[in-house]
């Protein structure tokens, strides 16, 4: 932080991050895959909770917190808030207004795939989209380039070179400094990575769900994959939508987002209640709660980068950095039995 901007924010009494920040050991780093780039094992995603709907000092509040407990890279994307945009129009006003001089401290990723914009070239992954979208989401944020732009999901009605190209082009322009993709399985990750290499971009990341009940990863060989090719897994839903916390310790109630958004069908939910019982009790063994095991066990492997974890208020996010992804091969057994 230059001077005049620390005596003007001093003057005012205003709230600065933690000076402590990077000596209370509370975060750990690990590279993204193979790059040069490290993230905190813990990111913070802004899809819930950051929108034009929500209270904005407490957006700012849970954005210190995650910041000054080591938290550096927050993931966003075109269409997160809701009102799409809005929580890009949130993170940059906090930016500006709290953060002015941090910005190389932080890493800032987003994304486009999803609808956004009405007509044929607000959605999918078309060169013109994807340069459209991010110039919206530079100035949105008000930043002149994100660490990390991410085609959001796969899109089979555009030639995936066209998509790999637009991004291998962003960077190379400056917009972005890594390229990364997002719910690509092991067979669409294969081909985009031929292409990146062909390119010579510096395609570092694959952002997926992944968690003690979703095993997609580790069922299709992307995992597998992921770590002999050398980029690196970081991982939404690592939770599972709340189901491995505390939340839904007496069920899931008919009117919750889970239920509503369809994203687990009704016989899948009732067989992972009864995982998930057995799960918290296992980790009341180990001396932790749900979440933290949830947490830990998917970062028990190098290949997973980091965790993006969603809160709605600063005390969640302290809860989600007690992790400890060290495991005997007893207590991974005993889990798999669980899970399987």
Same mark, same amino acid.
């Given at each position: 932080?230059?001077?005049?901007?620390?005596?003007?924010?001093?003057?005012?009494?205003?709230?600065?991050?933690?000076?402590?920040?990077?000596?209370?050991?509370?975060?750990?780093?690990?590279?993204?895959?193979?790059?040069?780039?490290?993230?905190?094992?813990?990111?913070?995603?802004?899809?819930?909770?950051?929108?034009?709907?929500?209270?904005?000092?407490?957006?700012?509040?849970?954005?210190?917190?995650?910041?000054?407990?080591?938290?550096?890279?927050?993931?966003?994307?075109?269409?997160?808030?809701?009102?799409?945009?809005?929580?890009?129009?949130?993170?940059?006003?906090?930016?500006?207004?709290?953060?002015?001089?941090?910005?190389?401290?932080?890493?800032?990723?987003?994304?486009?795939?999803?609808?956004?914009?009405?007509?044929?070239?607000?959605?999918?992954? =078309?060169?013109?989209?994807?340069?459209?979208?991010?110039?919206?989401?530079?100035?949105?944020?008000?930043?002149?380039?994100?660490?990390?732009?991410?085609?959001?999901?796969?899109?089979?009605?555009?030639?995936?070179?066209?998509?790999?190209?637009?991004?291998?082009?962003?960077?190379?322009?400056?917009?972005?400094?890594?390229?990364?993709?997002?719910?690509?399985?092991?067979?669409?990750?294969?081909?985009?990575?031929?292409?990146?290499?062909?390119?010579?971009?510096?395609?570092?990341?694959?952002?997926?769900?992944?968690?003690?009940?979703?095993?997609?990863?580790?069922?299709?060989?992307?995992?597998?994959?992921?770590?002999?090719?050398?980029?690196?897994?970081?991982?939404?839903?690592?939770?599972?939508?709340?189901?491995?916390?505390?939340?839904?310790?007496?069920?899931?109630?008919?009117?919750?987002?889970?239920?509503? =958004?369809?994203?687990?069908?009704?016989?899948?939910?009732?067989?992972?209640?009864?995982?998930?019982?057995?799960?918290?009790?296992?980790?009341?063994?180990?001396?932790?709660?749900?979440?933290?095991?949830?947490?830990?066990?998917?970062?028990?492997?190098?290949?997973?980068?980091?965790?993006?974890?969603?809160?709605?208020?600063?005390?969640?996010?302290?809860?989600?950095?007690?992790?400890?992804?060290?495991?005997?091969?007893?207590?991974?057994?005993?889990?798999?039995?669980?899970?399987?």
């Amino acid at each position: 932080m230059d001077e005049e901007t620390f005596l003007r924010m001093m003057k005012n009494k205003e709230r600065l991050p933690d000076p402590m920040r990077y000596k209370k050991e509370a975060m750990h780093y690990r590279r993204a895959g193979g790059s040069g780039l490290k993230l905190p094992e813990v990111s913070l995603g802004l899809w819930q909770n950051f929108g034009s709907f929500d209270h904005f000092e407490t957006m700012r509040d849970m954005i210190f917190t995650a910041f000054d407990n080591g938290i550096t890279h927050f993931d966003l994307a075109n269409n997160y808030g809701p009102r799409p945009g809005s929580a890009e129009e949130n993170f940059g006003k906090i930016l500006r207004e709290s953060f002015r001089g941090y910005r190389d401290e932080m890493v800032i990723s987003t994304k486009a795939g999803f609808p956004m914009w009405k007509g044929p070239y607000g959605n999918g992954g =078309s060169k013109k989209y994807l340069v459209a979208s991010l110039d919206q989401s530079l100035a949105r944020i008000g930043l002149d380039y994100v660490d990390i732009y991410y085609h959001h999901r796969p899109a089979p009605e555009t030639p995936v070179e066209e998509t790999c190209y637009a991004l291998h082009r962003i960077v190379e322009q400056g917009k972005a400094l890594y390229a990364g993709i997002s719910n690509y399985d092991r067979a669409q990750a294969e081909t985009a990575v031929k292409i990146f290499r062909e390119l010579k971009t510096p395609f570092i990341l694959d952002q997926v769900c992944y968690n003690l009940l979703d095993r997609r990863v580790e069922e299709d060989g992307l995992k597998e994959y992921a770590r002999t090719q050398g980029f690196g897994l970081i991982v939404y839903s690592p939770l599972a939508q709340g189901l491995l916390t505390d939340k839904y310790k007496d069920g899931v109630p008919a009117d919750s987002r889970i239920r509503k =958004s369809g994203t687990l069908k009704e016989e899948k939910l009732r067989a992972a209640e009864g995982k998930i019982a057995l799960l918290r009790a296992f980790a009341a063994e180990r001396g932790q709660t749900l979440p933290e095991l949830a947490l830990s066990w998917v970062l028990k492997d190098d290949v997973v980068s980091s965790v993006i974890i969603g809160a709605s208020s600063s005390e969640q996010i302290l809860e989600n950095i007690k992790i400890d992804p060290s495991f005997t091969e007893e207590e991974l057994k005993k889990i798999e039995e669980i899970c399987r």
